[in-house]
């Protein structure tokens, strides 16, 4: 098969379309010939050398896939070859072919196209597994979500409105607000001009962003407040006033889906299945794919995350 091989660490340019082995289904895994695979801020920072990949993690980039099962390893059972499937990967989701541990398998919501539907996994795990699963949101809160225009930021303005909560959301300009209020925002705020700790208190705070931010979004959290840090593009340091979270009975967590265990990842795609599929298949919770390229011009794709122009997914589709 082919896969996106990363030659060395650096810019764009050291991804390339080479031919590799096949992957073979190990007990419990299944093979999947990949339609489309999306775009993950990780995959930048693993192609830069930023990521330190846990042993047997496949060293081609990709978070997530569709496509139809080609191979069932030993012990797997409910799925058979030419299903249509969706898949949460650790890696090697940028391929012709890849193996999954048959826990992190999705069907495709009806409505969503195989293609499109490639985008899905990452996004709707990582915000359900922090919005509710973490950080117990509920109907009636007031959430924060940082970088309300990227593609964790879109997934998770729409589903905190299904789940009945107020959304303010943090965004890099006109464009990018407009397009997190058509997704049901009721607030906006762009970041590079206004400071969202003026238009608090929140109760759940997601935040992307990391160290510069933990200040700010501490101080405006509400008395039993929740901060989940998922991102950090602005540093890894930051200061924590521990009055605040004594006095305002705050917690304060960090996540990364990827290092979790297959056991978790299996119990978080469970819950997206019956909670999150439901919602995109009413028509309460789209997919925004800011645009799709071949595969073999996963370098373009990287350009134009790293530029920041994009609006939600970048899909890779093969042909
Ligand atoms: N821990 C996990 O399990 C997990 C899983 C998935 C993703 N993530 C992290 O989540 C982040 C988003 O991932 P993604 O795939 O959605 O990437 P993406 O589409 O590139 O989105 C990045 C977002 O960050 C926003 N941003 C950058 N600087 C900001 C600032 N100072 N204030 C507010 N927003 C800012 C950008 O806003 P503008 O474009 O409007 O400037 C953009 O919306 C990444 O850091 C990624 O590593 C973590």
Known sequence: MKAVAITQPGGPEVLEWIDVEDPRPAPGEVVVDVSASALNRADVMQRWGLYPLAPGTSPYPGL????????????????????????????????????????????????????????????????????????????????????GGGGIGTFAIQVAKALGARVVTTVGGPEKAAQARELGADVTIDYRTEDFAEQGPYDVILDVVGGGYLERNVRSLAADGRLVVIGLQDGLEGSLNLADLVFKRLSVHGTTLRTRSAVQKAAIVADVQRHVWPMIESGAVRLVVDRTLPMSQAAEAHRVMESGGHTGKIVLVND
């Open 64 to 147: 997530e896939i569709s496509g139809r099962i080609s191979a069932v390893g030993g012990g797997v059972t409910g799925r058979r070859v030419g299903d249509e499937v969706c898949a949460l990967l650790t890696g090697g989701g940028y391929a012709q072919k890849v193996a999954v541990p048959a826990g992190q398998l999705l069907t495709v919501p009806r409505g969503v196209g195989l293609v499109e539907a490639a985008a899905l996994p990452e996004a709707a795990a990582t915000v359900w597994s922090n919005l509710v699963m973490t950080a117990g949101l509920t109907a009636g809160e007031t959430l924060l979500v940082h970088g």
